[in-house]
């Protein structure tokens, strides 16, 4: 069965710093990867995802994620962190024919 | 265009009591989705639908019953809530591109609170 690890639930990092979150899935074939961001009292937004093709993506607001195969891995980065990125974020996998298994969660405070 | 909309935004139910959950997209999505989130816990699917006068279990069913008789609108049921069932449920809904492959869009949660 499909599986996401975020090993992180909370990040605190100081306003114009890089940024990294972690996650780590399970899957038997080539996944669909997403990162959602979710503001305080808000649905979640889409802010990349990876199908096929060029490892590293780009998304919304800034964000960038890379899919190693090696590590199973597909972290989210941005190099300068502004106080308004301050929310949860959460990595997705799936396929064509199964729903999106969502992780946990990383929360993100931002300092000034 | 107002997206995906969720009715009630809050509500306190106790325990016994029945409710219904309405999601309204307005995007002519194929896929609907509820799924409850819990702290802690991430986003957990509850049910799901592919089309119209079809739904399907997905990680959580236990409890909630769903119905799909308009494409625009996907229903979500208690019928006997349990403190348990307190929760923030969400509503998504995506373009037909497989189960996973679309961009799924979000309604703003409906905050439900057994005691």
């Known amino acids: ?112 | 265009n107002a997206g995906v909309t969720q009715t009630p935004k809050f509500r306190v139910l106790k325990t016994g009591q029945s409710m219904t959950l309405l999601c309204a997209q307005d995007m002519n999505h194929e896929y609907m989705y509820w799924y409850r989130q819990d702290p802690g816990m991430g986003l957990r699917l509850i049910h799901y639908s592919v089309g119209e006068g079809t739904t399907a279990k997905g990680e959580v069913p236990d409890g909630y019953n769903v119905s799909r008789l308009k494409k625009q609108n996907f229903l979500l049921g208690l019928e006997s809530a349990a403190p348990s069932q307190t929760s923030v449920y969400f509503c998504a809904s995506s373009y037909l591109n497989g189960l996973a492959g679309g961009k799924q869009f979000f309604g703003p949660g409906t905050r439900l609170t057994v005691l």
Do not use: M
């Not at chain 1, 990040?11 to 996944?31: D, F, H």
């Not at chain 1, 199973?72 to 962190?81: M, T």
């Open chain 1, 1 to 112: 069965a499909q599986s996401v690890t975020q090993p992180d639930i909370h990040i605190t990092v100081s306003e114009g710093a890089s940024l990294e979150l972690r996650c780590n899935y399970s899957y038997g074939a080539t996944p669909y990867l997403f990162w959602y961001v979710q503001s305080p009292g808000q649905g979640l937004q889409l802010l990349l995802k990876y199908f096929s093709g060029d490892t590293l993506v780009q998304g919304i607001k800034g964000f960038e994620a890379e899919f190693k195969r090696s590590q199973s891995s597909f972290n989210l980065r941005k190099p300068s962190v502004h106080w308004s990125d301050a929310a949860e974020y959460f990595c997705a996998v799936g396929s064509g024919n199964t729903p999106l298994v969502f992780g946990k969660g990383t929360r993100l405070s931002v300092i000034a």
